[in-house]
């Protein structure tokens, strides 16, 4: 998927992630802020990275804001934070084919 | 992927507790607090410009979280919203056992519901006919057509009222002994009960008033409701140990199906229990006590 335009999923509550995402410069670059780094941050950063791998997304700039969320919220904040850039977020989502 | 069990029409449902689907730090962990179903919420819940996360996070969760033998509902915004379809498409393939269709007036709305509800799972590959469905009636309108609407699909498991849109359809307010909404409450169980399906009372929304939502509950006992809509995990021991049956009802009950059971294998229909006169017509309610009481781990019977 190509990132046209800036759009961002989730929030800074307890639990969520809060993902936003820019057109890039041709490659992925990943920001990431966590309350669990030392934990978790590798495993945030490659749930992130294959979610984004997944949708086939080359070139973005993408800023994840994590407070102790589970991998399946991740992967859903950074599915919608990519589907809203395209506007496809809101109908017809590939659910059970890219979305898993 | 944790793969649920084929959903069952008819099991116990006395809490059904509302859920917000946008909320990760709600939904992860729903299943530990007991209610016998949780109901994830995509309509009121969740604001307007959240309907698409809301979706993400509830595939997701539906796809990963295992939530054991709590049942899981969804509940879908109204017929009249540009996402209900979309709401359905999700439901259906992250696996949801049921939906509850919002703001139900027809029995056109569960039809329209049941045809998007089979269309998605053709489309996921799913069995045809494994989603139920639910209906709440929260107008005046509804209320009126609760036989059709409980009636209109095999997928039907129960109705609910939906107390906060109703009244104020009604111009009344939550009233003490309940009787602003009596005569509702009465005709959807009326029409519940001819079409078959189960019946749920209504949210209590004032958590700090425990001694009116317990007057609620008894009240929703002694009108035959099988269960009730919450909003709080603090809410669900009360309607369990109301709902439960009395180790002297439980006595009684299986008092009565020996009996029923013996005195008609020796041909005859109407005989005395402990100077009661019983005949076949209180062997269902017997039968559904001792049932009960079962899945309430008060009784270990193998009569039902």
Same mark, same amino acid.
């Not at chain 1, 804001?65 to 992967?75: F, H």
């Not at chain 2, 730090?25 to 969740?46: P, Q, T, W």
């Given at each position: 998927?190509?990132?046209?335009?800036?759009?961002?999923?989730?929030?800074?509550?307890?639990?969520?992630?809060?993902?936003?995402?820019?057109?890039?410069?041709?490659?992925?670059?990943?920001?990431?802020?966590?309350?669990?780094?030392?934990?978790?941050?590798?495993?945030?950063?490659?749930?992130?990275?294959?979610?984004?791998?997944?949708?086939?997304?080359?070139?973005?700039?993408?800023?994840?804001?994590?407070?102790?969320?589970?991998?399946?919220?991740?992967?859903?904040?950074? /599915?919608?934070?990519?589907?809203?850039?395209?506007?496809?977020?809101?109908?017809?989502?590939?659910?059970?084919?890219?979305?898993? | 992927?944790?793969?649920?069990?084929?959903?069952?029409?008819?099991?116990?449902?006395?809490?059904?507790?509302?859920?917000?689907?946008?909320?990760?730090?709600?939904?992860?962990?729903? +299943?530990?607090?007991?209610?016998?179903?949780?109901?994830?919420?995509?309509?009121?819940?969740?604001?307007?410009?959240?309907?698409?996360?809301?979706?993400?996070?509830? +595939?997701? %969760?539906?796809?990963?979280?295992?939530?054991?033998?709590?049942?899981?509902?969804?509940?879908?915004?109204?017929?009249?919203?540009? #996402?209900?379809?979309?709401?359905?498409?999700?439901?259906?393939?992250?696996?949801?056992?049921?939906?509850?269709?919002?703001?139900?007036?027809?029995?056109?709305?569960?039809?329209?519901?049941?045809?998007?509800?089979?269309?998605?799972?053709?489309?996921?590959?799913?069995?045809?006919?494994?989603?139920?469905?639910?209906?709440? *009636?929260?107008?005046?309108?509804?209320?009126?057509?609760?036989?059709?609407?409980?009636?209109?699909?095999?997928?039907?498991?129960?109705?609910?009222?939906?107390?906060?849109?109703?009244?104020?359809?009604?111009?009344?307010?939550?009233?003490?002994?309940?009787?602003?909404?009596?005569?509702?409450?009465?005709?959807?169980?009326? %029409?519940?009960?001819?079409?078959?399906?189960?019946?749920?009372?209504?949210?209590?929304?004032?958590?700090?008033?425990?001694?009116?939502?317990?007057?609620?509950?008894?009240?929703?006992?002694?009108?035959?409701?099988?269960?009730?809509?919450?909003?709080?995990?603090?809410?669900?021991?009360?309607? #369990?140990?109301?709902?439960?049956?009395?180790?002297?009802?439980?006595?009684?009950?299986?008092?009565?199906?020996? !009996? +029923?059971? /013996?005195?008609?294998?020796?041909?005859?229909?109407?005989?005395?229990?402990?100077?009661?006169?019983?005949?076949?017509?209180?062997?269902?309610?017997? /039968?559904?006590?001792?049932? *009960? !009481?079962?899945?309430?781990?008060?009784?270990?019977?193998? *009569?039902?």
């Amino acid at each position: 998927m190509i990132i046209s335009k800036p759009a961002i999923a989730g929030t800074v509550e307890s639990s969520d992630a809060l993902v936003s995402v820019e057109p890039g410069d041709g490659k992925i670059e990943l920001t990431l802020t966590s309350s669990v780094m030392n934990q978790y941050g590798r495993q945030i950063r490659e749930t992130v990275l294959e979610t984004l791998e997944r949708l086939d997304v080359k070139s973005v700039k993408i800023n994840v804001v994590d407070k102790g969320a589970l991998d399946c919220t991740l992967k859903a904040r950074v /599915e919608c934070a990519v589907f809203r850039s395209c506007d496809a977020s809101e109908k017809d989502i590939p659910w059970g084919g890219v979305i898993k | 992927m944790i793969p649920r069990p084929k959903p069952e029409r008819f099991r116990l449902r006395r809490t059904m507790m509302f859920m917000n689907a946008q909320k990760p730090g709600l939904i992860k962990d729903a +299943y530990i607090y007991g209610c016998d179903s949780i109901m994830l919420d995509l309509e009121d819940a969740v604001a307007e410009n959240q309907k698409d996360a809301a979706r993400f996070s509830l +595939y997701h %969760a539906l796809k990963t979280i295992d939530y054991g033998d709590t049942e899981v509902i969804v509940r879908i915004n109204g017929l009249d919203t540009p #996402h209900w379809q979309e709401d359905i498409r999700v439901c259906v393939a992250g696996g949801a056992d049921g939906i509850r269709i919002a703001k139900c007036e027809s029995a056109q709305d569960v039809k329209t519901v049941e045809a998007a509800t089979e269309a998605a799972e053709r489309e996921f590959g799913v069995e045809v006919g494994r989603t139920l469905l639910m209906a709440a *009636l929260e107008s005046p309108k509804g209320i009126l057509n609760a036989y059709e609407i409980c009636s209109a699909s095999d997928r039907m498991f129960g109705v609910a009222i939906s107390g906060g849109d109703f009244r104020k359809c009604m111009q009344t307010k939550p009233q003490p002994d309940g009787i602003d909404m009596l005569v509702a409450r009465g005709q959807m169980l009326i %029409a519940a009960r001819a079409a078959g399906v189960q019946c749920f009372d209504t949210v209590f929304t004032n958590l700090d008033d425990m001694a009116g939502y317990e007057a609620e509950v008894r009240q929703n006992k002694a009108m035959g409701f099988d269960g009730k809509s919450l909003i709080n995990p603090k809410q669900i021991r009360l309607v #369990h140990e109301i709902f439960a049956p009395t180790e002297k009802e439980i006595l009684q009950a299986e008092k009565i199906v020996r !009996a +029923y059971r /013996e005195q008609s294998a020796a041909g005859v229909g109407v005989f005395t229990v402990d100077g009661k006169m019983i005949d076949i017509a209180f062997i269902p309610g017997a /039968e559904r006590t001792l049932k *009960l !009481a079962r899945a309430c781990g008060l009784w270990e019977g193998d *009569l039902v």
